[in-house]
């Protein structure tokens, strides 16, 4: 049970690049989240998905997208990419129900630079 | 709509010392609220977590009491060890949604 997964690590883009944060998780969770850290900031929901299909917007959507073709997997693409896209990324899940249906289950992060 | 104010970091202790991280929120309804916590190069891992007025979280040492008087969700620890040195993020999750709203984050150090 590997948990969540990212991919990269980190990666460098230059201004106006456009890449893929893949993040795949095996729990059989519905729900999925990206998130952002900025130095010194806690994490902002970028954006979410309820289950395969339905995704959703968060805090920050601006400069993102997302798709959810499968429960496992939950890409964030970034298009045109900005140096305010410099960040860390994490991919997070959740099961919906039980006592542990309030916990998010984090990926190990990717961090992105953007010069 | 929701936020979280944690405690400004860094905190550095020395081993054994007594430690306590403030947070208190800002929600509407009645809150889950969590203590995540961030080792180096790691992501998040759940700490503890509570998810009524006046239940405690405990775990690994570590315990929180929901306050919904004071709309606080304090972090201790009676002794510190170095291993603890981290970031230790508070969050909420409100009504039928199901992301969190987190605190910025503070930054603890142990010294030994």
């Known amino acids: 049970n590997a948990g969540v997964t990212q991919t990269p690590k980190f990666r460098i883009l230059k201004i106006g690049q456009s890449m893929t944060l893949q993040c795949t998780q095996d729990?059989?969770?519905?729900?999925m989240y990206w998130y952002r850290q900025d130095p010194g900031m806690g994490l902002k929901l970028i954006y979410y998905?309820?289950?395969?299909?339905?995704?959703d917007k968060g805090e920050v959507p601006n400069g993102y997208n997302v798709s959810r073709s499968t429960t496992e997997d939950f890409p964030l693409r970034l298009e045109l990419a900005a140096p305010s896209q410099t960040s860390v990324y994490f991919c997070?899940?959740?099961?919906?129900?039980?006592?542990?249906?309030?916990?998010?289950?984090f990926g190990p992060g990717t961090r992105l630079t953007v010069l | 709509g929701n936020s979280v104010t944690q405690m400004e970091g860094p905190v550095t202790l020395s081993e054994e010392a007594f430690l306590t991280i403030n947070c208190t929120y800002t929600?509407?309804?009645?809150?889950?609220l969590f203590w995540y916590v961030q080792y180096p190069g790691e992501g998040l891992q759940l700490l503890l977590k509570?998810?009524?007025?006046?239940d405690k979280g405990s775990n690994k040492g570590f315990e929180a009491t929901y306050r919904k008087e004071t709309t606080s969700f304090h972090l201790e620890k009676g002794s510190v060890q170095v291993s603890d040195s981290a970031v230790y993020f508070c969050?909420?999750?409100?009504?039928?949604?199901?992301?969190?709203?987190f605190g910025s984050g503070t930054q603890l150090t142990v010294l030994p």
């Open positions: 997070a899940s959740s099961y919906v129900r039980g006592e542990d249906g309030d916990t998010q289950y």
């Open positions: 729990m059989n969770h519905n729900y």
């Open positions: 998905s309820v289950g395969a299909g339905i995704t």
């Open positions: 929600a509407t309804g009645y809150p889950s």
């Open positions: 509570a998810t009524k007025a006046d």
């Open positions: 969050a909420l999750r409100s009504g039928s949604a199901r992301q969190l709203t």
